[in-house]
Structure formats: C-alpha cells, structure tokens
C-alpha cells in the first residue's frame, strides 16, 4: 500500500507538470492555435491504447503457455484499461477534427484502422462477459486479444502506406514533424504522465480483477456443496 501511494503521488505531480506545459509552457502553435494542444492528449492516449495491447498480447501468450490464472487476470486488466484510452484517443481526435478539417469523422485509413481497434476493444471485453466458464473465457480471450493485435501496426503504418488526411508522423517523422522544443518538452511529459496513469489504473484494475475471480470460485464451490447437500 505504502509503495502504491508512494507511486499515485509520483503520477500526480508528473501530471501536473504535465499540465503545466502543455498549457503554458509549449508555445501556441501557428496554424492551428489554441486547438492544437489537444495533440499532447490525442497521441498520448493512443499511445496507451497501444502499450494496453503490448501488455494484453504478453500476457495471453505466457498465459497460454503456463496455463497460470494470475496472466489472464492481468490481460483482461490491460484491455479494460485500454478501452477507456482508447476511447479517449477517438474523442480527442474528433474534437481535434472538427475546427481543422471541418468534420467531426472521416473514413480515412488512420480512423478507420483505429475504429477498428475499438471494436476489437468492445469484442473483448463482451466475450469475457458473455462466457461464464473461466477456463473457456481464459482460452478465447487470449486468442482473441493475440489475433486482434494485429490491427495495431496497420495503425502506426497506414498514414505511411496510404495518403490520407490524417497528419503525417510525428514521431519518426524526421525533419516534417515541426515541433518546437518546448512542444516536444510537454509531448513527453504528457506520454511520460499518462503512461504512469495507466499503470496506476492497470495494477488497480488487476488487484480487483483478483478478488472478483476469488468471489466467483467461492460461488461456485459454495453452489456445487449446495447440490451435493440436496
């Protein structure tokens, strides 16, 4: 607990710091304006929708190979988290969208990639709830996860491979990315600070993950000796 509390405060101030430089450290970008600091939420939060997938992937694999419950636990963690980032990601970007573009949703090859990912997010997270026996709901969500990573480097690739009205890269984006050093000062904290968000929000997320499996064995075993009494 004590090492908990010790991590949340860690979090807090580096998000204030975080904050504090996307508002009024980073210079106001020429083009766009004020709009354009949604971009340190907008990446940051796919950023994370990217590291839940990592994270959900790793431990489905090692989950199918040990068979150990503790690694389905914190895949099913990670999605649940993710989904909430990634969600986020949408709607930053829409909100992004909407004074650039003049749009609220385009089927660009970078949203649509990304919409994709969401469902892939949604189909999860109904199969665990749709799938009451544990082991069942263990081996299909692992597979499912693993197979719907898939979508993410289609992702990170598609404004590579294909033209589209989503902006070019920024990160890897060589001399085109047009960041101001004070912009990629606030860029960093912001991932650094949503990046410990999210493991805060995953360990938290695991530990009542735990419990809920430890309350439905109990269930069960309470059911099967309610049986064998009758």
Partial sequence: MKLQTLFALLTFVVMLAALYAIFIYAPTELTMGVVQRIFYFHVSSDWISFLAIFFAVTYSIRFLMTGERELDTKAAAAFEVGFIFCTLGIVSGMIWAKPVWGIWWTWDPRLTSMFVLWLIYIGYLMLRRLLESPEQRARLSAVFG????????????????????????????????????????????????????????WKIRCNLEQTTETVETLQRQIEIRLKEAR
């Fill in 146 to 201: 693993i197979l719907g990573a898939v979508d993410v480097p289609i992702i990170y690739m598609s404004n590579r491979w294909w033209r589209t009205q989503h902006p070019q890269p920024v990160m890897g984006g060589g001399e085109s990315s047009g960041l101001e050093p004070q912009m990629w000062v606030a860029f960093f904290l912001a991932l650094t600070a949503f990046t410990l968000f999210y493991l805060y929000l």
